[in-house]
């Protein structure tokens, strides 16, 4: 099963960062997203397609039908600035798939 | 809070066998996949594989040729094993909980580690 993210999106502080993750049918599984910076491990910042773990700022949303997955990250903000990677679990395989990333800059 | 700590070589040689060591603290081992992930320099995130508390594993289909996990619950640890390996599988390794078909709530910092002779 193979997830398609686009390699970078730009954004300017305060507006909205939507970064999609497509796949065959991803609507038909639980998609959980990551936020990477430089040099530590990723964060968990939206799981089940749209819930968020405790601690985790409003701004960051999801959504999954379809083909496509997306996060939406609202009001953003310098610190928002990473890499953010969409992950899924293959029912039928018992394999866990991650999409390629995608770098998040604030201009 | 559980918390996960790798350990290991950080320099192998090509052809050797790479092994790495993930010591858990403050949680039960059963009821979870124990689990490693890498990352390439400059990539994105790969799934290697996972060993859970009975030691049955499962692999990434690409690296399933060359990958052994096991368990080692009374010591707290779970360990990878990849051999044969290439600059290719230069990269940080992470090690994580994750419940069944669950997202990864929990990781280790990583550890670098360099393929070169």
């Known amino acids: 099963y193979v997830l398609t993210q686009p390699p970078s999106v730009s954004v300017a502080p305060g507006q909205t960062a939507s970064i999609t993750c497509g796949g065959n049918n991803i609507g038909s599984k639980a998609v959980h997203w990551y936020q990477q910076k430089p040099g530590q491990a990723p964060v968990l910042v939206v799981y089940d397609d749209s819930d968020r773990p405790s601690g985790i700022p409003e701004r960051f949303s999801g959504s999954n039908s379809g083909n496509t997955a997306t996060l939406t990250i609202s009001r953003v903000e310098v610190g928002d600035e990473a890499d953010y990677h969409c992950q899924v679990w293959d029912r039928n395989s018992d394999h866990y798939v991650f999409g390629s990333g995608t770098k998040v800059t604030v201009l | 809070q559980v918390q996960l700590q790798e350990s290991g070589p950080g320099l192998v040689k090509p052809s050797e066998t790479l092994s790495l060591t993930c010591t858990v603290s403050g949680d039960s081992f059963s009821g979870y996949y124990w689990t490693w992930i890498r990352q390439p320099p400059g990539k994105g995130l790969e799934w290697i594989g996972y060993?859970?508390?009975?030691?049955?594993?499962n692999f990434s289909p690409s690296l399933k040729s060359r990958v052994t996990m096991s368990m080692d619950a009374s010591r707290r640890q779970f360990s990878l094993n990849l051999k044969s390996v290439t600059t290719a599988d230069t990269a940080v390794y992470f090690c994580?909980?994750?419940?069944?078909?669950?997202?990864?709530?929990?990781w280790g910092q990583g550890i670098l580690v360099i393929v070169s002779s």
């Open positions: 994580a909980r994750v419940g069944v078909g669950k997202a990864v709530r929990h």
């Open positions: 060993v859970d508390y009975s030691g049955s594993t």
